[in-house]
C-alpha cells in the first residue's frame, strides 16, 4: 500500500477533517503575478513604465510619486492631478504531467492559456500648500492577479481560478528641510480580497479512509466502486480585510543635475476572514453521511460543509533607491529595489467549525531584487521618447513552487513617449514587453497528495496611458 495510505489508514476521521482544511489551504495560496516580483505591480505610471521604472521617483513631473516616493513631492510646484491605466496582458502555459497518490495518472489537459488582459487604473492629486509644504492622496494596486486553467486540467486540485487584489488609499505629506533636501511619508488604507477555487479529488479522499480496521472497514481496491477516478468536487473561497500601513523617505538634490530618493514601505498584515463553499459529488456526499457516526460526527460538522474561515497574511515591505542626472537635451537613471517576501513563510488558515483543524501550508519565499536602468530623449520642447530595461527576481524557488505562483526572474524591456498638448496638460504612453525564465513545477503536491510535474511557460505585454493636468 502506497505510504500516503499506510499513514492514514487508522486515523478516519482526523483524515477527513485536514482534507478539508487542506484543500481551502491550497485554494488560498498566493496566485500569478503581472509584473514585479510574484503578484506585486508596479503599474501605477505609465511615465515611468516607458524607461522600466528607472528614475521611478526622480525624473521629475510624475506625480505618482505621492504613491511611490512622498519626499519627492517636493519638485510639484502647484496642484496636479494624473490619471494612469495600464492594460496588463500575459500569459502562463504549462506543460508537463500529474498522478495521483497511487502514482495512476491524472487525466487531462494542459490547462489552455491562465493568463488574461486586466485593466489596472490609477489616482495622485498632489498640492503645495506653503513653500516648504506639500500633499497628496492616491489611489493605487500594489498587489494583484487574476488567472483561470480549465476546469479539467491536470493540475486541476491545485489551481482552477484565482483572483487577488490588495487597494491602496494612501495620504501623503513632504517637507523641504533645505532647498536641497526633502523628507515625505505616508499613511496607507489597504483592502485586500480574494476570491479562489480549485478541484477536489476525492477518489483520494475516500482511499485515506479505506483499509481494514478504519471507517469504511472496505479494501482499497473496493473504493474506486464506491468513489472511482474523476469524483471531483470544488472549493470555492473567498475573504477579504482592512489594514493600515505607512511609506517614509527622503529626497536630496546632490547638484544641480544629480537627484537621489530613498523611499521605504512598511509591511502591512492581514486577517483575512471570509467563506468556504465546497460542491461535493452526490455518491461522495451519500457516502460521508453514512460514516459520519462511525467518525463521530453530526451532520452539522460533517467535512466538506460550507463554513467560514481566517487566514493570516502579510503583503511585503519595500525598500527603493532611484537617481536621476539631468542634461539639457537627455536625461537618465536607475532604480534599485528591494521586497521583503521573507514574510511568506506559510499559510495558516482557521476555520468557523470546530471539528476542522487548523492547517499550514509552507512556501518558503525569500526576498527578491528589481534593478533597472533607462532614460529620456527630448525630442522637442513638447515630445519626449523613452527607454529602460528591468531586471527583477523571483522570490520562489522550484522545490516550493507551485501552479497558483509559476513565478520565475524575468526581463523587462520598454519603450514610451510623452507629450507636452498645453502648458496645463501632458499625456504619456508606454509600451513593456517581459520575458520570464522557465518555470519548472518540480513535483508541487495538491492537499490529496496529487502530484504535478513540468513547467511554464510565462510572458507579458504591458500597456499603459496617463494624462496629468497642473491647475
Given at each position: 500500500?502506497?505510504?500516503?495510505?499506510?499513514?492514514?489508514?487508522?486515523?478516519?476521521?482526523?483524515?477527513?477533517?485536514?482534507?478539508?482544511?487542506?484543500?481551502?489551504?491550497?485554494?488560498?495560496?498566493?496566485?500569478?503575478?503581472?509584473?514585479?516580483?510574484?503578484?506585486?505591480?508596479?503599474?501605477?505610471?505609465?511615465?515611468?513604465?516607458?524607461?522600466?521604472?528607472?528614475?521611478?521617483?526622480?525624473?521629475?513631473?510624475?506625480?505618482?510619486?505621492?504613491?511611490?516616493?512622498?519626499?519627492?513631492?517636493?519638485?510639484?510646484?502647484?496642484?496636479?492631478?494624473?490619471?494612469?491605466?495600464?492594460?496588463?496582458?500575459?500569459?502562463?502555459?504549462?506543460?508537463?504531467?500529474?498522478?495521483?497518490?497511487?502514482?495512476?495518472?491524472?487525466?487531462?489537459?494542459?490547462?489552455?492559456?491562465?493568463?488574461?488582459?486586466?485593466?489596472?487604473?490609477?489616482?495622485?492629486?498632489?498640492?503645495?500648500?506653503?513653500?516648504?509644504?506639500?500633499?497628496?492622496?492616491?489611489?493605487?494596486?500594489?498587489?494583484?492577479?487574476?488567472?483561470?486553467?480549465?476546469?479539467?486540467?491536470?493540475?486541476?486540485?491545485?489551481?482552477?481560478?484565482?483572483?487577488?487584489?490588495?487597494?491602496?488609499?494612501?495620504?501623503?505629506?513632504?517637507?523641504?528641510?533645505?532647498?536641497?533636501?526633502?523628507?515625505?511619508?505616508?499613511?496607507?488604507?489597504?483592502?485586500?480580497?480574494?476570491?479562489?477555487?480549485?478541484?477536489?479529488?476525492?477518489?483520494?479522499?475516500?482511499?485515506?479512509?479505506?483499509?481494514?480496521?478504519?471507517?469504511?472497514?472496505?479494501?482499497?481496491?473496493?473504493?474506486?466502486?464506491?468513489?472511482?477516478?474523476?469524483?471531483?468536487?470544488?472549493?470555492?473561497?473567498?475573504?477579504?480585510?482592512?489594514?493600515?500601513?505607512?511609506?517614509?523617505?527622503?529626497?536630496?538634490?546632490?547638484?544641480?543635475?544629480?537627484?537621489?530618493?530613498?523611499?521605504?514601505?512598511?509591511?502591512?498584515?492581514?486577517?483575512?476572514?471570509?467563506?468556504?463553499?465546497?460542491?461535493?459529488?452526490?455518491?461522495?456526499?451519500?457516502?460521508?453521511?453514512?460514516?459520519?457516526?462511525?467518525?463521530?460526527?453530526?451532520?452539522?460538522?460533517?467535512?466538506?460543509?460550507?463554513?467560514?474561515?481566517?487566514?493570516l497574511f502579510t503583503t511585503p515591505s519595500t525598500a527603493t533607491v532611484s537617481y536621476?542626472?539631468?542634461?539639457?537635451?537627455?536625461?537618465?537613471?536607475?532604480?534599485?529595489?528591494?521586497?521583503?517576501?521573507?514574510?511568506?513563510?506559510?499559510?495558516?488558515?482557521?476555520?468557523?467549525?470546530?471539528?476542522?483543524?487548523?492547517?499550514?501550508?509552507?512556501?518558503?519565499?525569500?526576498?527578491?531584487?528589481?534593478?533597472?536602468?533607462?532614460?529620456?530623449?527630448?525630442?522637442?520642447?513638447?515630445?519626449?521618447?523613452?527607454?529602460?530595461?528591468?531586471?527583477?527576481?523571483?522570490?520562489?524557488?522550484?522545490?516550493?513552487?507551485?501552479?497558483?505562483?509559476?513565478?520565475?526572474?524575468?526581463?523587462?524591456?520598454?519603450?514610451?513617449?510623452?507629450?507636452?498638448?498645453?502648458?496645463?496638460?501632458?499625456?504619456?504612453?508606454?509600451?513593456?514587453?517581459?520575458?520570464?525564465?522557465?518555470?519548472?513545477?518540480?513535483?508541487?503536491?495538491?492537499?490529496?497528495?496529487?502530484?504535478?510535474?513540468?513547467?511554464?511557460?510565462?510572458?507579458?505585454?504591458?500597456?499603459?496611458?496617463?494624462?496629468?493636468?497642473?491647475?
Amino acid at each position: 500500500m502506497h505510504t500516503f495510505f499506510r499513514n492514514n489508514v487508522h486515523g478516519g476521521r482526523p483524515y477527513a477533517l485536514a482534507a478539508l482544511g487542506l484543500a481551502i489551504a491550497g485554494a488560498l495560496a498566493v496566485p500569478q503575478q503581472a509584473h514585479a516580483s510574484s503578484f506585486q505591480l508596479k503599474e501605477d505610471t505609465a511615465q515611468a513604465m516607458g524607461r522600466a521604472y528607472a528614475g521611478s521617483a526622480t525624473a521629475g513631473g510624475d506625480v505618482s510619486v505621492v504613491a511611490n516616493a512622498p519626499a519627492a513631492m517636493s519638485d510639484l510646484k502647484g496642484t496636479y492631478f494624473e490619471a494612469d491605466v495600464t492594460a496588463i496582458n500575459f500569459s502562463a502555459q504549462y506543460s508537463g504531467s500529474a498522478h495521483d497518490a497511487l502514482g495512476n495518472p491524472i487525466s487531462g489537459g494542459n490547462g489552455g492559456d491562465a493568463g488574461t488582459t486586466m485593466p489596472l487604473p490609477s489616482f495622485f492629486f498632489a498640492t503645495q500648500l506653503t513653500d516648504r509644504l506639500h500633499v497628496g492622496a492616491s489611489v493605487t494596486v500594489p498587489f494583484g492577479f487574476k488567472t483561470t486553467y480549465d476546469n479539467n486540467w491536470v493540475g486541476r486540485y491545485n489551481s482552477i481560478y484565482s483572483k487577488f487584489e490588495s487597494l491602496d488609499g494612501t495620504m501623503s505629506a513632504s517637507f523641504d528641510v533645505t532647498d536641497n533636501f526633502s523628507i515625505g511619508g505616508s499613511a496607507i488604507a489597504q483592502r485586500t480580497s480574494a476570491t479562489l477555487t480549485n478541484a477536489i479529488n476525492f477518489s483520494s479522499v475516500a482511499l485515506g479512509l479505506a483499509g481494514p480496521g478504519t471507517a469504511l472497514n472496505l479494501p482499497v481496491n473496493q473504493v474506486y466502486g464506491l468513489v472511482p477516478p474523476g469524483s471531483d468536487g470544488l472549493a470555492r473561497i473567498s475573504g477579504s480585510s482592512w489594514a493600515w500601513g505607512w511609506q517614509a523617505g527622503a529626497y536630496w538634490k546632490v547638484t544641480a543635475q544629480d537627484r537621489l530618493s530613498f523611499n521605504y514601505r512598511s509591511k502591512i498584515s492581514h486577517r483575512l476572514q471570509g467563506t468556504a463553499n465546497f460542491n461535493v459529488p452526490d455518491n461522495v456526499s451519500a457516502l460521508v453521511g453514512q460514516l459520519a457516526p462511525a467518525l463521530g460526527l453530526t451532520p452539522a460538522t460533517l467535512p466538506f460543509q460550507h463554513t467560514t474561515g481566517t487566514a493570516l497574511f502579510t503583503t511585503p515591505s519595500t525598500a527603493t533607491v532611484s537617481y536621476w542626472h539631468q542634461e539639457q537635451q537627455f536625461g537618465f537613471g536607475a532604480d534599485v529595489a528591494w521586497t521583503g517576501w521573507d514574510v511568506f513563510k506559510n499559510l495558516t488558515l482557521k476555520y468557523g467549525n470546530p471539528t476542522q483543524p487548523t492547517t499550514t501550508q509552507l512556501f518558503n519565499w525569500h526576498n527578491s531584487w528589481y534593478f533597472s536602468v533607462g532614460g529620456d530623449y527630448y525630442l522637442t520642447d513638447k515630445l519626449t521618447l523613452r527607454g529602460g530595461f528591468g531586471y527583477d527576481t523571483t522570490p520562489t524557488t522550484a522545490a516550493y513552487r507551485e501552479p497558483r505562483v509559476p513565478d520565475e526572474t524575468r526581463k523587462l524591456v520598454s519603450a514610451g513617449i510623452g507629450y507636452k498638448a498645453t502648458d496645463h496638460l501632458s499625456v504619456n504612453a508606454s509600451y513593456a514587453h517581459i520575458f520570464v525564465n522557465r518555470a519548472a513545477i518540480n513535483g508541487a503536491v495538491s492537499p490529496t497528495n496529487d502530484v504535478l510535474t513540468g513547467s511554464f511557460d510565462d510572458a507579458g505585454n504591458l500597456f499603459a496611458l496617463s494624462a496629468v493636468y497642473k491647475f
